[in-house]
């Protein structure tokens, strides 16, 4: 993705908190000019980089296929008003790390689920 591309995707990143315990949901506008509204799974901290994992909803508030995307995610530290950055992740290898990085997460929050039911 072209730096002008990632700032438009960017731009288009509308965070929409929600109330109580619902789950906190984003809508990214793609580059084809269609919406996806993503639930926030969580974010990771990898290698001193942060990275976003988004759970794409489809129009019933669903997710039917458990595929999750990774994004790299960067916040302004000196204006947490500043919308979040997202950008794509083209290195295999990096891709990778992070896939791991989120099944170790995954593991975790089973055991931690596991240990609360006892």
């Not at 509204?37 to 976003?52: F, G």
Request: charged share 35%.
């Amino acid at each position: 993705m072209s730096k002008k591309e990632n700032e438009n995707f960017n731009q288009q990143l509308n965070s929409q908190p929600e109330d109580g315990d619902e789950e906190m949901t984003v809508t990214l506008d793609l580059d084809d000019g269609t919406s996806v509204t993503c639930a926030i799974v969580t974010i990771l901290t990898v290698s001193k980089q942060d990275y976003i994992v988004l759970l794409p909803l489809e129009e019933d508030g669903e997710n039917h296929d458990g595929m999750v995307w990774f994004y790299r995610y960067f916040e302004n530290e000196d204006d947490p008003n500043e919308e979040p950055v997202l950008e794509y992740i083209e290195d295999d290898e990096e891709y990778e790390i992070v896939s791991d990085a989120f099944d170790e997460y995954l593991d975790n929050v089973e055991f931690d689920e596991v240990m609360e039911e006892e």
